[in-house]
């Protein structure tokens, strides 16, 4: 669009590190001394919950180790359609001026605000489990959880994400023999908070002077202004030493 290539991978990168929140996961039994034994991660992976339970429905009996998929285990996945986020927009035409990873200045427009619904779905054959999954992850959520990122590869600037948890509901299902065939999946539902960025302008200039003129009730404009100058004029960097002169002039009788 517009004639140049841009592609910053963001939502690529959000979803990653929505993952990467509950990549720690454990579980455990409990031996007869009440000690804890048997503590192993849970797998996690990025996957539609259709694709476990179809697996499910082939092997009911995944406990055995000789399976490939075994429970308990984790995925996520984006849950539906991208939502404009009208009460986090800033005006288009904004520009915020920043330094690249070089040292050198470059310019980015205001980034366009999105919601993205995200699922993690916990899957189990006990609700001791499931629930040791899910106890782990809830505390965190109270009920959001903000995350800084590098939205464009190559930029030293940061932004955040946050990560709102909406509801966790619980599908407990068996077919004919209620302990082998048992499914117990919590969806546990996410609104994420993202900023999508376009292409970054190395090329923008710096704006240096304003003008601000004022009417008065004839209408006439002569001698009314506030002026801002910034000093010096050669100014190209965040980081230079500068001050902006301001020149009121209202010529008011």
């Known amino acids: 669009m517009y004639g140049t290539y841009s592609y910053n991978g963001i939502i690529k990168k959000i979803v990653a590190l929505f993952g990467d929140m509950f990549n720690d996961i454990h579980v455990a039994r409990k031996d007869g001394s009440g000690n804890l034994s048997n503590q ?48 986090r927009q800033l005006p288009k035409n904004n520009v915020c001026r920043v330094i690249n990873a070089n040292g050198d ?47 464009i590869d190559g930029e030293t600037f940061t932004d955040e994400v946050i990560f709102k948890l909406l509801t966790v509901s619980k599908e407990d299902t068996y077919d004919n023999d209620f302990v082998k065939n048992r499914k117990i999946v919590y969806t546990l539902a996410f609104d994420v908070r993202i900023n999508i960025f376009g292409r970054i302008d190395d090329n923008k200039k710096v704006i240096l002077n304003s003008i601000v003129n004022f009417t008065d009730s004839s209408g006439s404009t002569d001698e009314q202004t506030i002026k801002h100058v910034v000093n010096p004029q050669s100014v190209n960097d965040p980081n230079d030493t500068y001050t902006i002169d301001t020149t009121y002039n209202y010529g008011f009788e």
Not at 115 to 139: F, G, M, R, S
């Open 40 to 87: 192993r991660r849970v797998p996690l992976a990025y996957a539609p919950r259709e694709s476990f339970l179809v697996r499910l429905a082939e092997n009911p009996d995944l406990t055995d180790e000789r399976v490939a998929l075994t429970l308990p285990r984790m995925s996520f996945e984006i849950a539906g359609a991208l939502t404009y986020d009208t009460d």
């Open 105 to 151: 200045p470059v310019s980015v427009y205001s980034p366009a605000p999105y919601i993205i619904p995200l699922n993690l779905l916990v899957y189990a054959k006990t609700q001791d489990e499931a629930l040791q999954i899910v106890e782990q992850i809830i505390p965190y959520f109270k009920p959001s959880i903000r995350r800084s990122y590098y939205p």
